[in-house]
């Protein structure tokens, strides 16, 4: 099936899984909520794309959430650091700053290797 083994500490993959899977769901959740009825029929495949797991079931979202929720939060609260950072970033206006915070993102990106 092309899975790999991977062997870690049981903390290290509740942290890893919480900002390579159950934060991403939420943070999808998260776009999709945001848009009203009305907006739907202005989104684009980049809306879908972003939002497309947060068509996931509920219930199996509700107990992945409960049962690792000291992990979730400190995804969250690393990834409201670095909204902050990006808010303070587009705020002033640095566009170089940006750039150089997108690119970033960008390598990251394009370095998975699923």
């Known amino acids: ?22 934060l991403p769901h939420l943070l999808s959740s998260l776009a999709a909520r945001q848009i009203t009825r009305e907006m739907l029929d ?7 794309d972003t ?9 199996l979202w509700t107990a992945i959430v409960s049962e690792n929720r000291d992990a979730i939060l400190s995804a969250i609260e690393q990834s409201r650091s670095d909204l902050d950072t990006l808010q303070t970033i587009v705020n002033q206006g640095d566009d170089a700053a940006l750039r150089t915070w997108l690119d970033a993102a960008k390598q990251i990106r394009q370095s998975a290797q699923p």
Do not use: F, K, N, Y
């Not at 939002?51 to 219930?59: E, H, M």
């Open 51 to 59: 939002t497309r797991v947060a068509a996931g079931d509920a219930d």
């Open 1 to 22: 099936t092309g899975g790999r083994i991977v062997t870690m500490p049981a903390e290290q993959h509740d942290a890893t899984l919480a900002l390579t899977s159950h």
């Open 42 to 48: 202005l989104v684009g495949t980049g809306w879908l």
